[in-house]
């Protein structure tokens, strides 16, 4: 059997021209920043999605209410609330007061 010879490749690294370096340094300067606009985004928009869930769950409870209002308008309980909430009536005989506003 033959030996095969094994050729062995060398591999010199030669300084860079100055313009390469410049080039590289401009490159990891502009990712840098790339990156640190993105995480800024990043953080805007995550901001500004739990601002939208609280809104959301305001909403809900909001329509929970509104939906339970509008079971009630046929009843006499809901007719009273309205009356007295919406329309500022009291039922006849109740006591109300009225703050006086003359005096500060």
Do not use: W, Y
Request: some cysteine; aromatic content about 2%; charged content about 20%.
């Amino acid at each position: 059997m033959a030996r095969k010879k094994h050729t062995r490749i060398r591999i010199r690294f030669s300084h860079g021209s100055p313009l390469l370096k410049v080039l590289l340094i401009v490159t990891i300067i502009i990712c840098t920043v790339s990156l640190l606009t993105l995480q800024a985004a990043i953080t805007d928009v995550e901001n500004q999605t739990e601002l939208l869930r609280k809104q959301a769950v305001q909403l809900e409870k909001e329509n929970h209410n509104l939906a339970k209002n509008i079971a009630e308008i046929g009843t006499v309980q809901g007719i009273k609330r309205i009356a007295s909430q919406m329309l500022d009536l009291v039922e006849d005989g109740a006591n109300f007061f009225v703050p006086d506003t003359t005096n500060p």
